[in-house]
């Protein structure tokens, strides 16, 4: 990957305040899928932003980075489809984990298209 391609998951771009967190799940839009619930919320910075939650439910430590790093891919590779500038934040569920990457990425974008309508 080029650093200079644009298709960099810069700091800038993710969700890490406990604050900005707290704010989507209290006034976000809110929508479930088999191995995901996705939150979001319209931003004023003119750029998408990406927040994970992976519990230890899901899985041990190993697993977690795994699916954090799917996710954080998918966001990367699909900011362009994803209309206006809004906050996203992914509660991955149990089931999470034994999902393809595929699996994943559709339904990442079709509750990401749902959330910004």
């Excluded at 430590?61 to 954080?72: D, L, P, T």
């Excluded at 906050?87 to 990442?108: G, I, M, P, T």
């Amino acid at each position: 990957m080029d650093r200079n391609s644009g298709e960099k998951f810069s700091w800038r771009q993710r969700i890490v305040r406990s604050a900005d967190f707290r704010t989507l799940y209290e006034n976000g839009r809110r929508h479930e899928t088999l191995h995901l619930v996705l939150f979001g919320r319209p931003n004023d910075l003119g750029f998408h932003r990406l927040g994970l939650t992976v519990s230890r439910k899901v899985g041990c430590a190993v697993v977690r980075n795994r699916i954090k790093r799917r996710f954080r891919e998918i966001f990367r590779k699909c900011t362009a489809q994803i209309p206006c500038q809004y906050d996203l934040v992914v509660n991955a569920k149990r089931d999470c984990a034994a999902a393809s990457y595929s699996a994943l990425q559709e339904e990442f974008l079709a509750a990401a298209r749902k959330i910004c309508r």
